[in-house]
């Protein structure tokens, strides 16, 4: 697999979820919660997150596919995802998300997850802004899991973006958030350290 992570924009998965996303548009609006309709996202069910930002250092989800509860072990909306994100990473991390939540945009990313039982694992997401039932702005998210690319001793907790944080924003008719580059590649420094993890896994 291509270590770049924005070769998913060419993806037939990713582009189907964002073709799907976007028929639902009206006028290049963003759609509304009531439109997004389960038969026409089945075939991204088992991989599908929507995200909702309770304050700018709480990340609930309200929904999680069944792939994904798999992987992390848990489901519901009692998890503060970016509590689970490396500190190194902490501020960049609220950064983007709270970005995409307000401006608001779609994006792409990469990052590594260390699961309970010591697996990590790199990841790709496409992130789409919907309309809530309040007007708040929610992410409709596909996660893929790729590499595995190391397995270390369990622990009783999630730690993401430990080795990988890397993301992308798109425009879909809003712009883009202010005073930041596009594309931002917080973790690995080195892009030969991505191509070894890719070729472990």
């Known amino acids: 697999m291509n ?11 990713f582009s189907a979820f964002f ?9 290049g609006k963003i759609p509304h919660r009531s439109d997004v309709k389960l038969q026409d996202f089945a075939p ?5 997150l929507m995200y909702e930002l309770h304050s700018p250092t709480d990340l609930r989800s309200r929904l999680i596919g069944s792939s994904v509860v798999e992987r992390v072990k848990f489901q ?3 998890i503060n995802w970016l509590d689970l994100v490396c500190p190194s990473v902490r501020d960049a991390g609220e950064l983007w998300w709270n970005s995409l939540f307000s401006t608001p945009c779609a994006g792409v990313m990469q990052f590594s997850t260390r699961f309970l039982n010591g ?14 039932p309040d007007g708040q702005t929610l992410l409709l998210t596909l996660n893929k899991a790729t590499a595995v690319f190391r397995v270390d001793d369990a622990s009783d ?3 993401i973006s430990a080795d990988c944080f890397q993301t992308l924003y798109i425009d879909v008719g809003f712009g ?19 191509t070894s993890l890719y070729e472990k896994g």
């Open 176 to 194: 883009l958030p202010a005073g930041q580059p596009a594309r931002i590649d917080s973790k690995p420094a080195d892009p030969e350290v991505l």
């Open 157 to 159: 907790t999630i730690l």
């Open 44 to 48: 991204f069910a088992a991989d599908l």
């Open 19 to 27: 073709q799907a996303w976007d028929d639902l548009r009206a006028n």
């Open 76 to 78: 519901g909306s009692d």
């Open 3 to 13: 270590s770049d992570f924005t070769s998913l924009l060419e993806d037939p998965f």
């Open 119 to 132: 697996t990590n694992r790199l990841a790709r997401a496409m992130l789409l802004p919907i309309i809530g």
